[in-house]
Every structure is written in C-alpha cells, then in structure tokens.
T-cell receptor
Framework: DARVTQTPRHKVTEMGQEVTMRCQPILGHNTVFWYRQTMMQGLELLAYFRNRAPLDDSGMPKDRFSAEMPDATLATLKIQPSEPRDSAVYFC???????????????FGPGTRLTVL | GNSVTQMEGPVTLSEEAFLTINCTYTATGYPSLFWYVQYPGEGLQLLLKATKADDKGSNKGFEATYRKETTSFHLEKGSVQVSDSAVYFCALRMDTGRRALTFGSGTRLQVQP
C-alpha cells in the first residue's frame, strides 16, 4: 500500500532552534508539494517540486525556510531559526505528471505537527 | 487569483440525515475540482473529483457535480453516518502551470448517533 511518509509526526522546539521535516514521496511520483495548515490561514502551499527541481516556492518565507530534494525519495523542509508563528501542521503531498501533461491526484502524508515555544 | 469558498462549520447532523456542504470557486480558466476529507490526526484523503463541467464525482455515498454556470461544487450525501465526522475541504487545481491545490477553509462535520 503505497503512501507518503513524513517524519517526525510531532516536534516541539524552542524559538530560535533549527527544525527539519522530512518526507518520502510515493515511489515513482515526480512532484512534491509542501503545505502548511493553521487555524487562521487554513491550508497554504509553501513549495512545489517537479523532478526534484523547485518550481514554485513563492509561499515560503525565504529568510528562514528552505526546501530541498536531495534525491527522488526524500524531500526536506527546514526552518532556521524557528519562531512561535511557525507552529502549524506541515503536510507533504506527492503526485505524478506524465509527459502528456496528464496529472493524477496528490496524495498527502500524515503531517508533522510543529510547536515552537 | 484563484479561490475557493466553503460554508462555515461546524455542521452538526443526526445519523441518517441528508448532508450538503456548499462550495463555490473563482478561477481564471477551467479548473479541476476536488473534495478532500481529513479525519482527526490524519492527513487529507481524496474523496472525489471532477475535471470538467457537468461531471459528477462520487465515492462512498458522497457526490458532487461540477457546475460551471454557478461555479459551484457542492458536496452531498443522502444518509450520513457517525464515521463521516471529519473536516471536508473543497479544492481546485488548474491543469496548466502551477499544479498546486487551492483549498477552501474546510467545513467540520459532526454526526451524532
């Protein structure tokens, strides 16, 4: 049963600390998305990768957030330094875009619940 | 820009009641439309989708019809169960350019026995 996995599931840290969240997309998928969910803003797109290249990170605060895909099986989202306003649930999703442009659904991971004190 | 508007929740129903959750959208062009469901402590799961006008998506007794003339994609179910209690998100996706989902704010459904 293929699924997106995320680690850690929960993270509590103090303001100023570095936080790294990891995502393993479904094998064979070539697109990865990072979303953030908060009560105030709902679900927001942070970054979008296709074939490991970042295509859109306009939703991400550039001064403290960074997203990478070191290889096809791992996507990372890093916050340095973290702030209390970063407290949220961070979701990773993966999907497949075919050469014809056909695109299937996005499959979501269970999320990382981040609390910054 | 693109946006999705959902009815405010929570929606509280008794088991076997009829459910409607309203969703309207604004988009330049013709998006694909989706309903996702989020159970407590879990990620989002695709519930149903429709990719063009007049398409009806259906799954697990839920249905939604893509109405271009009213830019709507309302979610319905004839008889809800306690296990349907969750948060429901309406979303759109443009099929060119950025393929990220634009979500509504979510509607919490509570079904009482």
């Amino acid at each position: 049963d293929a699924r997106v996995t995320q680690t850690p599931r929960h993270k509590v840290t103090e303001m100023g600390q570095e936080v790294t969240m990891r995502c393993q997309p479904i094998l064979g998928h070539n697109t990865v998305f990072w979303y953030r969910q908060t009560m105030m803003q709902g679900l927001e797109l942070l970054a979008y990768f296709r074939n490991r290249a970042p295509l859109d990170d306009s939703g991400m605060p550039k001064d403290r957030f960074s997203a990478e895909m070191p290889d096809a099986t791992l996507a990372t989202l890093k916050i340095q330094p973290s702030e209390p306003r970063d407290s949220a649930v961070y979701f990773c999703a993966s999907g497949l875009v075919l050469g014809s442009g056909t695109y299937n659904e996005q499959f979501f991971g269970p999320g990382t619940r981040l609390t910054v004190l | 820009g693109n946006s999705v508007t959902q009815m405010e929740g929570p929606v509280t129903l008794s088991e076997e009641a009829f459910l409607t959750i309203n969703c309207t959208y604004t988009a330049t062009g013709y998006p694909s439309l989706f309903w996702y469901v989020q159970y407590p402590g879990e990620g989002l799961q695709l519930l149903l989708k429709a990719t063009k006008a007049d398409d009806k998506g259906s799954n697990k007794g839920f249905e939604a019809t893509y109405r271009k003339e009213t830019t709507s994609f309302h979610l319905e179910k004839g008889s809800v169960q306690v296990s349907d209690s969750a948060v429901y998100f309406c979303a759109l996706r443009m099929d060119t350019g950025r393929r990220a989902l634009t979500f509504g704010s979510g509607t919490r459904l509570q079904v009482q026995p």
